[in-house]
């Protein structure tokens, strides 16, 4: 049985299947959207997923292309920088950028969702099937195959996106036929959320315009904050080892809380309960090609390239795909074969690029950012991005608060940044000891080119 002729589909409802749903509603094209889940709605999110992510410039900037930027700016809370916790209880504040509005931006996921689904649904009509569930794909066909309270059926649209996250069926099912290579690497570290209430004024308990980090080399605490003045504290942590999830439990957690994170122990409302109740996350990284079979679907989001979370870029890199699908439906119309080809084209080297960062980011995260080399780097970027504004962006900056500059591009540059730092620093301790003006030279013979295109 088909479940009606649509001129596009959306299969997953979630952050990038709502803004495309918005994005082609735009176009005039409004998608019907497959989701899972049962409707949506504003209570609590169940736990699970993380509560809240980091909105930086690449996702601002497809939210300003739906024309929706100013609905969701309510729910944000800028961050400016990282505070890093030492074991001692010390605090460094560190900045993400310099430059004016360099800050990204807490946002709780599930009043972003509810956001994003009640625009597409109300204002643009956006039709969604909840508790429809993909489980297949029928490549003789091409169509998705969705099951529901009804049954079985194919789901008969022109196009459709597969924005079901990163467990796709759409991906597993296209790998199973052979369609496409598709892997998914794990990592070796999980996580698990914790809350921190507010203060006992009832104001936050840390400075909410930071990102709180507690980096212990192997493993780390993280704290965003949310609009209620709690904030949502992550651990990453080894699955196996000591110390682990696997060998770590309940009545061991408070211990371990006050041997590594004493001074964010007293913020906690229930650390054992939290631990038992709350589930333990796997993170890992999707590789996948091609997108696409044929003009029937394509894979966007989580689906095509879910990555690791320690450059917080997955929705905004997701939200990117989005934006990039919109200008080639203005440009193409609907020829679907010629938009899901160029789409891939134009996206797959920056999400491969994305995915390595992420992964290097966790050690900085979790380790490099402890040391005096990476204070010194950090000033040292910065100093080069003040002097040389249109020749030297730090790579962080470049990654976060640039959407003009590909990932691709910003991996490159980055790597050729890196190597002119090391020359650059040589020996030396401080910022005093660095001939900045050494550097004039350098960029000229190193990223004359590469920095100007
Ligand atoms: C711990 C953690 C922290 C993170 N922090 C950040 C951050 O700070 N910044 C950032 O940018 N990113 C962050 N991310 C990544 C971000 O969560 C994802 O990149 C983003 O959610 C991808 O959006 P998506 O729409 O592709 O997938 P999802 O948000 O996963 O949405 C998928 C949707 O599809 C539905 N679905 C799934 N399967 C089916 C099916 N078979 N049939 C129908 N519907 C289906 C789901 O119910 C869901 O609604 C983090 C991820 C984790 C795990």
Redesign the pocket.
């Given at each position: 049985m088909s479940a009606g002729s649509e001129s596009a589909a959306i299969?997953?409802?979630?952050?990038?299947?709502?803004?495309l749903a918005i994005l082609l509603a735009r176009r005039g094209t409004a998608p019907i959207v497959?989701?899972?889940?049962r409707p949506?709605s504003n209570a609590a999110p169940p736990r699970g997923?993380?509560i809240?992510?980091?909105?930086?410039a690449?996702?601002i900037a497809a939210l300003d292309r739906a024309g929706i930027f100013d609905e969701i700016e309510g729910l944000l809370i800028p961050m400016r920088g990282r505070m890093l916790h030492d074991e001692r209880g010390g605090r460094r504040f560190v900045p993400y950028g310099q430059r004016r509005g360099e800050a990204?931006h807490?946002v709780s996921?599930s009043a972003l969702?509810y956001t994003l689904y009640e625009i597409a649904s109300r204002r643009y009509g956006v039709e969604y099937r909840f508790e429809?569930?993909?489980?297949d794909f029928d490549t003789a066909s091409g169509s998705?195959v969705?099951a529901s309270p009804r049954g079985r059926e194919l789901l008969d649209a022109a196009v459709a996106f597969a924005?079901?996250?990163?467990?796709?069926?759409?991906r597993r099912a296209l790998g199973r036929a052979g369609e496409i290579n598709a892997s998914e690497v794990p990592l070796d570290h999980g996580?698990k959320?914790f809350t921190f209430r507010s203060g006992s004024d009832g104001d936050f308990a840390l400075d909410p315009n930071a990102l709180h980090v507690w980096p212990r080399g192997d493993f780390m605490l993280i704290a965003?904050p949310n609009l209620d003045r709690t904030f949502t504290a992550?651990l990453?942590l080894p699955l196996e080892g000591d110390p682990s999830f696997a060998n770590l439990h309940s009545r061991a957690i408070e211990q371990f809380f006050a041997a590594n994170f004493a001074d964010a122990l007293p913020l906690m409302e229930d650390v054992e309960a939290d631990w038992a109740n709350h589930p333990t996350?796997y993170?890992g990284t999707v590789h996948c090609r091609p997108w696409r079979y044929r003009d029937r679907v394509a894979l966007?989001?989580?689906?095509?390239h879910?990555?690791?979370?320690f450059?917080?870029?997955?929705?905004?890199?997701?939200?990117e795909?989005c934006a990039e699908i919109d200008a080639l439906v203005a440009k193409h119309g609907s020829d679907w074969n010629l938009i899901l080809r160029e789409f891939e084209a134009r996206r797959a080297d920056n999400a491969g690029a994305i995915a390595e960062m992420a992964l290097e980011n966790y050690r900085v995260m979790r380790d490099h950012v402890r040391g005096d080399e990476f204070n010194l780097r950090t000033k040292a970027a910065f100093e080069l991005e003040r002097r040389f504004p249109d020749r030297f962006i730090p790579r962080y900056s470049m990654v976060m608060f640039h959407p003009e500059i590909g990932y691709a591009e910003a991996q490159r540059r980055g790597a050729a940044q890196d190597d002119l730092l090391d020359r650059l620093i040589g020996e030396a301790r401080t910022l005093d000891e660095i001939d900045f003006e050494r550097a004039r030279g350098m960029l000229d013979r190193f990223f004359g080119s590469a920095a100007r295109r």
């Open positions: 299969i997953g409802g979630g952050l990038a299947g709502s803004l497959i989701e899972r889940s949506f997923r993380s809240n992510l980091a909105l930086a690449r996702g990204i807490s996921r969702n429809h569930e993909c489980v998705a969705i924005a079901d996250g990163a467990g796709s069926s759409v996580y959320e965003l992550t990453f996350g993170l966007i989001g989580d689906a095509a879910a990555i690791v979370p450059h917080g870029q997955g929705m905004n890199a997701a939200f795909d």
